[in-house]
């Protein structure tokens, strides 16, 4: 049996390894139309600023290690260009000696993943303006800082991929202006949460050009000295990086005739395979069930296209496998001194679908307060109004981010609720975490919402018509002020509450929403018909002030 894969890089290279454990005896071939295999683009970024010091170590495994360790043949700058079905024959491009050769197969992986878009304003690229998708991008950049030592640079495109950019350029020394034609960085969270990473961004030096798009690019000779904006702005710059998205490569699953989903991707099964079962699909082209609305859907992230290649690998070999699990597109990035990672759905997909939900959010420390060097992170849980399905979660903030995002993608890839969540068995001790973790904590105040007890309020609802009770500090208040509340101090409030009409709709206020919490709670039972809490606190609705 002859086992052919198509690209060789996170799908294919985890496809080609699988399929080779479980089967000794089938001939498998890598065909790689680049001159890499298996690098790990996910750290190529790492490389600008210096933080991988070292190229090498970004090169995982080489056609020789694959063919001494695995008996896999690698034919590098090999690109399939067409595939005819009938016949189960690829015909293959070799780009060094421009011959068109075929190639039989009795399984075919494609993992071709995607194509790097820029602005029609961009293209084509000039001279210092580049995407950073391959190695041999990186090592273009890396040759053009080393010989030009720009002192600015703009990078387009504040998703993932850009914001990495951005901290690697700056940590160069370069001045470095993010420009992104939606209104905030990071599509994936909700607005506010994405207002903390942009607050973020903006204390260390970085210039952010949100909600505009770019009108020209002024160049002198082949090179780009400034890009103009519809706004009337112009930015100067040595170096540009676009990182403006990615289109799935499906031409030659298009010209093949598989069939093509609405997301752009192609339909496959849980087994990966396409409308076509001698086929597979994985990584970037494939499109996959989401896991909370059930549709097929297409993220682009490095973690299901090395699931769905070990599966396709493994079901190539034997001609059966575990199926493909749910996706919930749970991704995480560092910006700088931040961490901003979500899973699941946020507030605008959900309206989008129509799904109805209720959303809690929290401040809470990565680990016990009194233990040295706790960081504080804002955790946001969405969830369903009817059972406490958990929908998404998203959380910004300081160490631990990473772990609470993780456990909540855990409970949701199990269909968990918010009531299950509060009561996950977490491991604790002072310097990892708190007897109460912040997944309880949001989990609680999630309960407590769903209870009626006391509900939350969004914290970008109209207060307009409500007795508004803020709990805090004078301090705090004259920090963030909050305009038509009645300040009673949490403290006095057990003497004060005299003072507040028990008829009226109440929403207690505090910084965060703990200590609101108590005041709502103590309003609650003192009979107050409908008190509410504003969920996060002034600490996340001072960021409306967009
Ligand atoms: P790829 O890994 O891109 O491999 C596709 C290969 O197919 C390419 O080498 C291409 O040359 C080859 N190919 C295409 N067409 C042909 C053809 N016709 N013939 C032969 N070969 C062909 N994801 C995360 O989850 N976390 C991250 O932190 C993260 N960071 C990233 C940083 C960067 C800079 C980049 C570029 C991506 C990052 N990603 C990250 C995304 C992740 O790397 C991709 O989702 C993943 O690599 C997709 O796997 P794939 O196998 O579909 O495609």
Redesign the pocket.
Known sequence: MRILI?????????AAARARRLNADAEIVI????T??SFA?????YHLGGEIANREKLIIASPDLFWNRFRIEVRTE????SIDRASKCVS?LDHRSGDLVGLTYDRLIL????Q?LAPPQCQPLPANAFH???LND?DRIMASIVKHNPKSAVVIGGG??GL??VEQLHRRKMNVTLIERNPQVLQQLDRLFAKIVENHLESKGVQLALGVQIKNLIKREDRVTAIELEDGNTIPTDLLIV?AG?RP?I??AEQAGLQIGINGGVVVNEFMQSSDPSIYA?????ELKHGVTGELTRI???????RG?RIAGEHAALQHASPMGAILGT???RVFDLTAACTGLNETTLNAKGIPFRSAIIEAGSHASYFPASQSMQLKLLYSPSDGKILGAQSVGGEGVDKRIDIIATAMHFGGTVRQLAQVDLAYAPPYGSAKDPIHMAAFVACNDLDRSPRLVEPTASLTGKQIVDVRTERERQQIPLPNAIAIEIDHLADRWTELDPELPTVVVCHSGKRAHIGACFLLRKGFQQVMNLTGGMSIRSLMSL
């Open positions: 198509v690209g060789g890089v996170a799908g294919g290279a985890s065909l790689e139309k680049g890499n295999i683009n996910c750290g190529l970024p090999h690109e399939v260009v293959i993992s071709t993943g995607s790097p950073l998708w391959t990186m993932f991929v990495e950019v990182g990615v490569r031409a030659l994985v990584g970037d082209i494939a682009p992230l490095a973690g299901p296209a090395n290649g991704a995480i990035v």
